[in-house]
């Protein structure tokens, strides 16, 4: 797994979303890094992010 970055959809309001990108994309929750995180394939995270962007 590569590095942990805030997500840039996250706000400045203390609830923050890390994720982790390479072969897989791993996803936290910042305020609880010790609960683990969700994978996703490739084309499951594109799909994700494709649905955010395109959702009202």
């Known amino acids: ?9 996250s706000g ?12 897989t994309t791993a996803v936290r929750d910042t ?6 995180h969700l ?3 490739c084309q499951e995270w594109s799909a994700l992010v494709n649905a ?3 959702s009202d």
């Not at 400045?12 to 072969?23: D, L």
């Not at 305020?31 to 683990?36: I, K, Y």
């Open 12 to 23: 400045n309001t203390g609830h923050c979303v890390e994720v982790s990108e390479g072969a």
């Open 1 to 9: 797994m590569n590095d942990w970055h805030k997500s840039s959809y």
């Open 31 to 36: 305020r609880n890094r010790d609960l683990g």
């Open 52 to 54: 955010v962007r395109t």
């Open 39 to 41: 994978s996703f394939d």
